[in-house]
């Protein structure tokens, strides 16, 4: 057994790159040879919807370069940045690398390639990829309920989603990922629709790279696999079987994130008895002290699920647009088409998931719970068309279709603007660091930059952020030019130090004037002889 598992672990540690550009390799070459079967869902759009689809992905572009989507990011972020970096030498991974995917990572790597190493790769990166979900959304509605109105509704929903908007520059593989999961899910319907090796092997690998961004995203595997009991003959069998294999092949370097999966994120016990330990573990344990959690417990599975629903209810992410119509769309599944169940069931299985995960209610579930918004947007969508059918076949409507209509526009224009009005993410407030940064582009130039030799709060040297941020310049921990610009960060976003040794030297050889102050950073201009 332990030969098997460290196996596959060697594999994780030597190919995951290898695996993951194999997988979308595999994924282009599957739409090739399936695109007589893709071509039938585009078959009845014009030109017109096009242009339509165009206007909607600018509007979500613009809400999410516009709106409080505060550019930011996370220790994990970097950890990406270092995979990234560790496989352009071709290196193996260490074993404590092997705690989540690599696919961002790996995506990054090719990003890298194609657009130079630079946070602008990263921002637009996952700004694109959110603005394209909402096209995809609009394909996925569409195969469903065959009806343009209904699919632009849906795509509108999610162009307009304040938990997307919100996170979509919170630099993060999450984003990456929905859009990952929304492509799985449209490659599902149609192999559902048109079942044949070559849509079936396209949805599981599909989800096998959506699995490669993030390990819950496994979540979708189990619902099309009911789906396929529920809705594939005994004959597609072997149809099932061989594209299932075709997915097990492109997931082999998966396999060991999996079986590391219980050290990684199950709760360690040890972490509890380090003095100086912060982890979630230590915090769970103080007001816990009974509880006996594990990679899966039914220990928090009330606080787990308790939590979750109180976000979901949040009207500040989860707006009234959305969830008013969402109990219609069980009308739309069971009259007009059977495979709306997928979507129930991604949500049953997410809320089921993330309530058995010991540590939900304790990390970032609202990161989590970004995937919502596919299903979310798609069912209120089929929700609307659902009630505006049922209203307009009543004998009392049937004359006033017109009027009707009317009425539903107005309550949809209505429901949007109380979603403008009740959540703050459409207005940018206060500035982050990153826009701080962005500010100082304008009097960096061609300079070289000097920054501390700390450790920012998010665990990452601050030189690496500024290479990042400013690829083009020169940048150093030590007074190596003789004029360059110096930026102090405040001590309040780094980790402090007891010594400055540039500050010290600056005093005591150069000339700085102050030209820019943020709540984050003091930058000078500093001439050294």
């Not at 696919?103 to 602008?120: D, E, M, N, R």
């Not at 050290?263 to 016990?269: K, R, T, W």
């Not at 360059?484 to 007891?498: A, G, V």
């Amino acid at each position: 057994m332990f030969i098997v598992s460290d196996f596959f672990i060697w594999i994780s540690r030597n190919f995951s790159l290898h695996f993951v550009l194999l997988n979308m390799l595999a994924i282009l070459l599957l739409i090739y040879m399936s695109r007589d079967s893709l071509s039938k869902t585009f078959s009845g759009l014009t030109k017109k919807d096009f242009l339509a689809l165009a206007a909607i992905f600018f509007l979500a572009l613009m809400l999410r370069l516009f709106g409080d989507s505060c550019v930011t990011t996370s220790a994990k972020l970097w950890g990406h940045v270092d995979v990234a970096e560790r496989f352009f030498p071709s290196k193996q991974l260490p074993l404590d690398e092997i705690s989540y995917p690599k696919g961002y990572a790996s995506l990054l790597w090719v990003l890298f390639i194609l657009f130079g190493k630079s946070f602008a790769t990263i921002f637009w990166l996952n700004v694109l990829a959110s603005a394209l979900t909402a096209i995809l959304v609009f394909f996925i509605t569409y195969v469903l309920s065959r009806h343009k109105t209904t699919a632009y509704l849906a795509s509108l929903f999610y162009a307009t989603f304040p938990l997307s908007i919100h996170f979509t520059q919170h630099s993060t593989e999450m984003i990456v990922s929905v859009f990952l999961l929304s492509l799985a899910a449209f490659f599902i319907l149609i192999s559902l629709e048109r079942t044949n090796t070559l849509t079936l092997a396209l949805s599981f690998s599909s989800i096998v790279l959506a699995i490669s961004f993030r390990l819950e995203n496994i979540l979708l595997l189990g619902c099309f696999i009911v789906a396929c009991f529920i809705f594939l003959k005994k004959s597609d069998m072997r149809k099932i079987v061989i594209s299932a294999a075709i997915g097990f092949i492109l997931s082999l370097s998966l396999v060991g994130f999996f079986i590391r999966a219980p050290q990684s994120f199950g709760f360690n016990e040890a972490a509890v008895h380090d003095p100086l330990c912060r982890a979630a573990e230590c915090f769970i344990r103080k007001f816990f002290p009974n509880a006996k959690p594990g990679l899966i417990t039914l220990d928090f599975f009330a606080l787990n699920l308790s939590t979750l629903l109180n976000f979901f209810i949040n009207e500040s992410f989860f707006p009234l647009a959305i969830l008013i119509f969402l109990p219609f769309a069980v009308g739309f599944w069971l009259k007009h088409n059977n495979k709306t169940v997928f979507f129930f069931l991604w949500l049953l299985g997410f809320f089921l998931g993330f309530s058995l995960f010991w540590a939900t209610w304790f990390v970032g579930y609202k990161l989590y719970m970004l995937q919502l918004t596919i299903p979310l947007s798609v069912l209120a969508a089929l929700g609307v068309k659902f009630l505006y059918d049922f209203v307009t076949q009543k004998t009392s409507f049937k004359k006033n279709t017109k009027h009707l209509r009317l009425v539903f526009i107005v309550l949809l224009a209505l429901l949007f603007l109380r979603m403008f009005i009740y959540s703050d993410v459409y207005v940018k407030k206060s500035e982050c660091f990153f826009d701080e940064l962005n500010k100082a582009k304008a009097f960096v130039g061609d300079d070289c930059i000097a920054v501390d030799d700390v450790d920012l709060d998010i665990k990452t040297p601050a030189k690496r952020i500024f290479k990042y941020f400013f690829p083009k310049n020169r940048v150093t921990t030590e007074p190596e030019c003789k004029q360059f610009t110096y930026f102090k960060l405040k001590d309040r976003f780094f980790i402090p130090i007891e010594k400055n040794p540039l500050m010290e030297f600056f005093a005591q050889r150069c000339e700085f004037n102050r030209v820019y102050n943020s709540g984050y950073f003091e930058a000078f201009k500093v001439y050294c002889s």
